[in-house]
């Protein structure tokens, strides 16, 4: 099997209230769309925290004043060498949204004690599993 070198990426838990605030995305490995939290690679010679903030403003048009760690973790070891840092954040203001050209993102939001039931990808599940622990 062949090993797939990958930047670092983030996910990102963003609380507003009582409610993360969630992407819809079409992903190709699905067919159709998926419910899952921001996230994206880092570009190279990037912080954390600066991969974080440029993939908030993309994807949701929002800003985060300060970013809590809740660790990292592999994506899919069996294959590929990408290391995900989870970080939660409080939006502190809006920013201009500028996905991708190859991303059709709906910006949601998912009601905290619902997030394990509505959230689709295991990034996403990993990363609240994380902030779940460290709430408790």
């Keep these: 099997m062949a090993l797939i070198e990958h930047p670092p990426s983030v996910v990102l838990l963003v609380q507003e209230g009582d409610q993360l605030v969630a992407v819809r995305q ?3 490995g699905v067919q159709g769309d998926v419910l899952e ?6 570009e ?5 925290a600066e991969c974080a903030d440029r993939e908030l403003a ?8 300060h970013w809590t760690e809740l660790g990292s973790f592999w994506a899919a070891p069996a294959y590929s060498t990408e290391c995900v840092t989870a970080l939660f954040g409080v939006p502190s203001g809006v920013r201009v ?15 905290v004690d ?3 039931e509505n959230l689709e990808d295991g990034i996403s ?3 609240l599993a994380l902030w779940t622990a460290k709430r408790a």
């Design 97 to 111: 949204a500028e996905p991708d050209d190859d991303e059709n993102i709906t910006v949601e939001r998912v009601p």
């Design 26 to 28: 079409q992903r190709a």
């Design 37 to 42: 939290l921001p996230a994206g690679t880092c």
């Design 44 to 48: 190279p010679g990037e912080t954390i």
């Design 125 to 127: 599940l990993a990363a």
């Design 58 to 65: 993309e994807e949701c048009g929002l800003a985060v004043s």
């Design 114 to 116: 619902d997030a394990s």
